[in-house]
């Protein structure tokens, strides 16, 4: 920018190349997330665990959307709550230099059950996710802001930590022959990665997103605390279930993380009531689902605890949790802040956000996403091959739409800085 | 969120009020489409001159002091980008206001300029709520921190 007030390097606002890069890969790896369930459809209902092309699709989605995703925008939102700049831009490119490729060997490698291939791959990832720690960490320490963000943020933090120890133990193990309690530390690894790290994101970012968006005055600080505290107990319970606390301590965690998920959605919902924008958008939608799924896999986990273990159950539940809940949620908050940060970085005269942004894709995408999602859980219920087919082809078809939108906002955005220029 | 500062509240409360007002002008001109208000009707009118005053008063008033006191102080802590995308917005803004309070003159054939005007406030609705977002996000929080009691004071003092 070149107007009376000169840009510094301490800004909060980071280049649109820094998040952009994030959302753009996070936007390709779920088409390759759907891509891969399709191809391993045949043995998502029945799937055992272990390696194969549903792990892939798992952590195409997982490392590859969500968490290039929560790493891109928290890199970009974190310094507006905290008000503390991003310590290094260049660290910021770096990570996304290790992540991308990182995710993209570790899945390959585990598609093709290649465990050699897949620790080269973690070891990019884990280093991308050490070195956004540290970046994560040097933020949140000199944070001057938003306090109830930033106890997410290190709560977060800590769940990083624990999910990438997990990870890279259950990595050592297919490679080498440990011997330890698989199940334990994969269950571990699955809720520190969902409930903890990209949950207590999702919390936390929602404090300040959500309102926003909707123009709304922001949950109370008590409320935030109570859902963050109620979370951090149910994620505890849970760790002390699978390491030998038992089936009782795992339903109790699952009870737990089901007032933590009600107190939040409930604090929510009464400042969305209060918005002074009438119309809340289509985005609202993705986010209200997402919190059905949130409960809805609460409720379920904390019923397989007490012993309803109808078939395919386990299935049914990680369905609810990464498309259900973290990836709908995830594109809610995608659709709204793409075409947002366009806006900010589209110099004089700026288009609005809403002409940035195309709508049918956005539109197309919302349907496909809920066939998916519907059609996946049917197929699991009913092991039914067919429709697992089906649902991952439209989540793929959904995928590209939601590709269509994020490239049809750099259009225009290209299209409107070449007009301002003229 | 909760501000110290009595320049962060005062101008906190403004934005409620702006976003109050032309919220329910957004809702009135999207649920009238391409119709023109009838004659009959004064609530529309009406509510499209008291958004036509706003621009014209307050918020005039309140983007000078942003730009005259404020602005100076965010890009010497180093945000200078940031003011520098307020200040663009403002103009902006300002330039659209214009044409709007000229076609939301009592003397005007609302009618006539219907398609214009209609298009006109739905682009200023999302304009100040989108400026509104990224002030409550970036300026106020850094005021809290720019600006000591006495400062808060002396400025709070001098916008009236």
Same mark, same amino acid.
């Given at each position: 920018?070149?107007?009376p007030f000169?840009?510094?390097a301490?800004?909060?606002?980071?280049?649109?190349?820094?998040?952009?890069?994030?959302?753009?890969?996070?936007?390709?790896?779920?088409?390759l997330?759907?891509?891969?369930l399709?191809?391993?459809?045949?043995?998502?209902?029945g799937?055992?665990?272990?390696l194969?092309?549903p792990?892939?699709?798992?952590?195409?989605?997982?490392?590859?959307?969500?968490?290039?995703?929560?790493?891109?925008?928290?890199?970009q939102?974190?310094?507006?709550?905290?008000?503390?700049?991003?310590?290094?831009i *260049?660290?910021?490119?770096?990570?996304?230099?290790?992540?991308?490729?990182?995710?993209a060997?570790?899945?390959?490698?585990?598609?093709?059950y290649?465990p050699r291939?897949?620790?080269?791959?973690?070891?990019?990832?884990?280093?991308?996710l050490?070195?956004?720690?540290?970046?994560?960490?040097?933020?949140? &320490?000199?944070?001057?802001?938003?306090?109830?963000?930033?106890?997410?943020?290190?709560?977060?933090?800590?769940?990083? %930590?624990?999910?990438?120890?997990?990870g890279l %133990?259950?990595?050592?193990?297919?490679? &080498?022959?440990?011997?330890?309690?698989?199940?334990?530390?994969?269950?571990? &690894?699955?809720?520190?990665?969902?409930?903890?790290?990209?949950g207590?994101?999702?919390?936390?970012l929602s404090?300040f997103l959500?309102?926003?968006?909707?123009?709304?005055?922001p949950?109370?600080?008590?409320?935030?605390?109570?859902?963050?505290?109620?979370?951090?107990?149910?994620?505890?319970?849970?760790?002390?279930?699978?390491?030998?606390?038992?089936?009782?301590?795992?339903?109790?965690?699952a009870? *737990?993380?089901l007032?933590?998920?009600?107190?939040?959605?409930?604090?929510?919902e009464?400042s969305?009531?209060?918005?002074?924008?009438?119309?809340?958008?289509a985005?609202?939608? =993705?986010?209200?689902?997402?919190?059905?799924?949130?409960?809805?896999?609460?409720a379920?986990?904390?019923?397989?605890?007490?012993?309803?273990?109808?078939p395919?159950?386990?299935?049914?539940?990680?369905?609810?949790?990464?498309?259900?809940?973290?990836?709908?949620?995830?594109?809610?908050?995608?659709?709204?802040i793409?075409?947002?940060l366009?806006?900010?970085?589209?110099g004089?005269g700026?288009?609005?956000?809403?002409?940035?942004s195309?709508?049918?894709?956005?539109?197309?995408h919302?349907?496909?996403?809920?066939?998916?999602?519907?059609? =996946?859980?049917a197929?699991?219920v009913l092991?039914?091959?067919?429709?697992?087919?089906?649902?991952?082809?439209?989540?793929?078809?959904?995928?590209?739409?939601?590709?269509?939108?994020?490239?049809? %906002?750099?259009?225009?955005?290209?299209?409107?800085?070449?007009?301002?220029?003229? | 969120?909760?501000?110290?500062?009595?320049?962060s509240?005062?101008?906190?409360?403004?934005?409620?009020?702006?976003?109050?007002?032309?919220?329910?002008?957004e809702?009135?001109?999207?649920?009238?489409?391409?119709?023109?208000?009838?004659?009959?009707?004064?609530?529309?009118?009406?509510?499209?001159?008291?958004?036509?005053?706003?621009?014209?008063?307050?918020?005039?008033?309140?983007?000078?002091?942003?730009e005259?006191?404020?602005?100076?102080?965010?890009?010497?802590?180093?945000?200078?980008?940031?003011?520098?995308?307020l200040?663009?917005?403002?103009?902006?803004?300002?330039?659209?206001?214009?044409?709007?309070?000229?076609?939301?003159?009592?003397a005007?054939?609302?009618?006539?300029?219907?398609?214009?005007l209609?298009?006109?406030?739905?682009?200023?609705?999302?304009?100040?709520?989108g400026?509104?977002?990224?002030?409550?996000?970036?300026?106020?929080p850094?005021?809290?921190?720019?600006?000591?009691?006495?400062?808060?004071?002396?400025?709070?003092?001098?916008?009236?």
């Amino acid at each position: 920018m070149t107007g009376p007030f000169a840009a510094t390097a301490r800004s909060r606002l980071l280049p649109m190349s820094v998040p952009f890069r994030y959302f753009g890969a996070a936007a390709a790896f779920h088409v390759l997330a759907w891509a891969a369930l399709l191809a391993g459809a045949r043995d998502v209902a029945g799937f055992p665990g272990g390696l194969g092309l549903p792990f892939a699709a798992l952590h195409l989605a997982t490392l590859g959307v969500l968490a290039m995703t929560a790493v891109g925008a928290t890199l970009q939102l974190l310094p507006v709550a905290t008000r503390q700049p991003v310590g290094s831009i *260049t660290a910021a490119k770096v990570v996304w230099w290790l992540l991308a490729p990182g995710i993209a060997v570790f899945a390959g490698g585990a598609a093709v059950y290649a465990p050699r291939v897949m620790a080269p791959g973690a070891a990019l990832v884990v280093a991308a996710l050490a070195l956004y720690a540290w970046l994560l960490a040097r933020n949140l &320490h000199r944070a001057r802001g938003m306090p109830v963000v930033v106890a997410h943020g290190w709560a977060a933090l800590a769940a990083l %930590v624990g999910l990438a120890a997990t990870g890279l %133990v259950l990595i050592a193990r297919y490679e &080498h022959g440990f011997a330890l309690d698989h199940a334990a530390f994969r269950a571990t &690894h699955l809720v520190l990665a969902t409930y903890g790290f990209m949950g207590l994101l999702a919390f936390g970012l929602s404090q300040f997103l959500l309102p926003m968006f909707a123009v709304a005055r922001p949950p109370s600080p008590r409320a935030a605390y109570a859902a963050l505290g109620a979370a951090l107990i149910a994620i505890a319970l849970a760790l002390g279930a699978f390491f030998g606390g038992g089936d009782a301590l795992l339903a109790a965690a699952a009870v *737990t993380g089901l007032a933590a998920a009600a107190i939040h959605i409930v604090a929510l919902e009464r400042s969305l009531r209060a918005r002074l924008r009438p119309a809340l958008g289509a985005a609202f939608l =993705l986010v209200r689902a997402s919190w059905a799924c949130l409960a809805a896999s609460l409720a379920l986990a904390a019923a397989m605890a007490l012993g309803w273990t109808p078939p395919r159950a386990g299935a049914v539940f990680v369905v609810l949790l990464v498309p259900g809940w973290l990836l709908t949620f995830l594109f809610a908050v995608l659709q709204r802040i793409v075409p947002f940060l366009a806006s900010v970085h589209a110099g004089a005269g700026a288009p609005l956000a809403s002409a940035l942004s195309p709508q049918r894709p956005l539109a197309t995408h919302r349907v496909l996403h809920f066939a998916a999602l519907a059609g =996946l859980l049917a197929a699991v219920v009913l092991d039914a091959q067919w429709l697992a087919q089906a649902a991952a082809a439209a989540g793929l078809a959904g995928a590209l739409a939601f590709g269509g939108f994020f490239a049809g %906002v750099l259009l225009r955005l290209r299209q409107a800085r070449a007009a301002a220029l003229a | 969120m909760e501000f110290n500062r009595q320049v962060s509240r005062r101008l906190h409360q403004e934005h409620e009020a702006t976003l109050a007002l032309w919220g329910r002008l957004e809702q009135a001109l999207a649920r009238r489409g391409n119709r023109p208000p009838e004659a009959q009707d004064a609530v529309l009118p009406g509510l499209l001159r008291s958004c036509a005053a706003s621009l014209a008063e307050e918020v005039t008033r309140h983007f000078a002091f942003e730009e005259t006191e404020l602005f100076p102080r965010l890009a010497a802590a180093g945000e200078g980008d940031i003011a520098e995308l307020l200040m663009q917005e403002h103009a902006t803004i300002r330039s659209a206001a214009r044409r709007f309070s000229e076609l939301a003159q009592p003397a005007q054939d609302l009618a006539g300029c219907w398609p214009e005007l209609r298009v006109l406030g739905l682009e200023l609705a999302e304009r100040l709520v989108g400026h509104v977002q990224k002030e409550e996000m970036s300026l106020l929080p850094a005021l809290e921190d720019l600006l000591d009691e006495e400062a808060d004071a002396e400025l709070a003092g001098r916008y009236t």
